[in-house]
């Protein structure tokens, strides 16, 4: 079964609202989960490492006043896309590591800006 | 900075047939990944490895982390309609972050 849970799986919303897309880890604590974009027929592109009580740590060339991370807990992180506009919608993923090495994602959840 | 080089990057094949991908990449990895993606799903692992030279299979899949720790290979035997999807390899780099292949289409013709 799943280890890592992401929530919405789909969501639309209006051109200059926010979102947010939480990312939980199922049966473990995770201290430290990522965030990545996929556009279509792309690979995964990092976002930004999530660390749980601390700040998020971005990747060149994304806006960390535009995509806000929150790591409140160790099963919890959370990627809120603010403002967001057409150029936003994208398939959003995230991962956690269980153990060791061992790197589980979620299932994605797709943004679409209208 | 660190990249990966998947080839190829896509593969038309008959039901049966065996298949075969690589990534190379630039730089040393310590752990390498390969992962199934469905389309609109999230990537699923299908096998990880962890020692330079170690072989490991998954079923029909078998795995292989490169002597060099540059390169791995991914091979899926007696391919099956259910294999269709998009495959990625990833390195596990510094600060435990992902680097991932740019991916292999592989499309089943029954």
């Known amino acids: 079964g799943a280890v890592v849970s992401q929530h919405p799986s789909r969501v639309i919303c209006k051109s200059g609202t926010s979102v947010k897309i939480e990312c939980r880890s199922l049966?473990?604590?995770?201290?430290?989960m990522f965030w990545y974009r996929q556009f279509p027929k792309q690979s995964l592109m990092l976002m930004a490492t999530?660390?749980?009580?601390?700040?998020?740590?971005?990747e060149q060339g994304v806006e960390k006043d535009k995509f806000l991370i929150n790591h409140a807990s160790l099963t919890l992180s959370t990627l809120t896309v603010t403002s967001a506009h057409p150029e936003d919608s994208s398939f959003y993923i995230c991962?956690?590591?269980?153990?060791?090495?061992?790197?589980?994602f979620g299932e994605g959840s797709w943004l679409t800006v209208v | 900075g660190q990249q990966l080089n998947q080839s190829p990057q896509s593969m038309f094949i008959q039901e049966g047939e065996d298949v075969s991908m690589n990534c190379t990449s630039s730089?040393?990895?310590?752990?390498w990944l390969w992962y199934k993606q469905d389309p609109g799903e999230g990537p699923v692992l299908l096998i990880a490895?962890?020692?330079?030279?170690e072989l490991t299979s998954n079923g029909r899949l078998t795995a292989q982390f490169g002597i060099t720790r540059k390169d791995s290979f991914l091979n899926i035997s007696a391919s099956i309609p259910s294999d269709v999807g998009i495959y990625f390899c990833?390195?596990?780099?510094?600060?435990?972050?992902?680097?991932f292949g740019q991916g292999t289409r592989l499309t089943i013709n029954p």
């Open positions: 999530s660390n749980e009580g601390s700040k998020a740590t971005y």
């Open positions: 049966d473990f604590q995770a201290t430290t």
């Open positions: 991962s956690a590591t269980k153990s060791g090495n061992t790197i589980y």
């Open positions: 990833a390195g596990l780099g510094g600060a435990q972050k992902l680097v």
């Open positions: 490895l962890y020692k330079a030279g």
């Open positions: 730089s040393i990895f310590n752990t």
